[in-house]
DNA sequence: GTCTATATGGGGATAGAC
DNA sequence: GTCTATCCCCATATAGAC
């Protein structure tokens, strides 16, 4: 081993500091947002020292972009293990329940909803840009294959749902269902599943369907 | 008249130029978001130096709290004005599709959404909190009276359904859709309409309602 | 690579003239 | 009440010792 395996063992202690590193600011990001964040706020999350998380991400729009990018890496992940003779539909209400759970628990930023700079900074990023075009392109042809077979909307386009399907992930009803409404994370998620795929309204089609033209 | 008349006159016009400060704010709210506003890109959109804005407001978080006071007072007599003979569920139709007007035309900051600190700032403004709970409570007489018609799905808690609406309003799916989508403001706020009362799923119950456990 | 100490810039808020 | 000029804090980013 020798000189190598010293190498490899320093490589790794980095590469589980970064992971630190990532962990503290998608905590952060969940609590705070990208503009409220401070360096300092990581730098005291992980115990180390600000000039130290500069050795290893070269500014905080780095830092914050390779945490996105590692959050899609691990939805990207959580779709590859999903069991192949999974429905579409179900395909889409299992990510977005990770997707939910991981927020609830704490996890996850709902960032890319958040300001234009947000925005701006995240497809400025090759490596970003990839991996979500990746996630979008897989989705895509799961609700085609959805709307297919009837278990999805067939009138609405398909942008239109994956749009829609991806504010769900940062709704703010989330918080407000826990803030307010004293529900568990069960219930949240149950919730906030059936209001995406079913809706609100019932089933008394003429007056939900009316119109009152505005202005 | 002589001096009352003076007097008065000052007034109006003391009030006009809060106005015009006050549409900037929302402007520029809807654009940036809190954080990234600073006092000097108000003074600028308005046309007004920094100083005389902090003789009309005290502080920025007065200046936005007044802002979003003043969209609650319009989305109350929004409410005011819809005809009695209207349904719950059309008014609930209606005042969404406002909003969403309002901010298709660059007004409306969905700012309620955004961080802890905004949200902290505005529950301490006791004139925000009164607004925001008598919309609330009228609100909530509504998806009751609309429960009770089959408006609305029945099985749905108030509070779900509630604060599913309110994030309706702030849903970044709208940026989405006219960003990438390009779609029209009018086929925008159907769609987004569309989804919120019936949702994404079709007529497929099986698959549609089936789940799968995560993790 | 880690720290202490510091440079730099931006933005909220104000002083003081008019 | 409006302006110009300024204060001052805070946060990003870096210099330089160990």
């Known amino acids: ?79 590859d293990e999903l069991p192949g003779e999974l429905g579409p539909s179900a395909r889409l209400r299992s990510l977005l329940e990770w997707v939910l759970r991981v927020r609830l628990s704490g996890g996850l930023p709902f960032l890319p909803s958040t300001s234009p700079h947000v925005r701006a900074m995240l497809t400025h990023s090759l490596r970003y840009v990839t991996r979500a075009l990746k996630l979008h392109r897989m989705l895509d042809a799961i609700v085609t294959d959805a709307k297919k077979r009837g278990e999805l909307r067939r009138e609405l386009p398909n942008d239109v749902i994956l749009y829609s399907y991806y504010a769900r992930t940062c709704d703010p009803a989330v918080e407000y269902l826990r803030i307010y409404g004293k529900y568990g994370d069960d219930a949240i998620v149950e919730q906030m599943l059936a209001v995406c795929f079913a809706g609100i309204a019932g089933a008394a089609p003429g007056e939900a369907g009316a119109r009152f033209p505005s202005r």
Chains 1, 2 share one sequence.
């Open 1 to 79: 081993m020798g000189v190598l395996g010293k190498l490899r063992f320093k490589d790794q202690a980095f590469k589980l500091r970064e992971d630190a590193i990532l962990d503290a600011t998608a905590r952060l990001l969940a609590v705070k947002g990208f503009d409220l964040i401070t360096m300092d706020d990581v730098a005291d999350e992980v115990g180390l020292s600000k000039p130290s998380l500069y050795k290893h991400f070269k500014s905080k729009e780095d830092l914050v972009t390779e945490a996105m990018i590692r959050l899609l890496d691990g939805a990207l992940a959580y779709m």
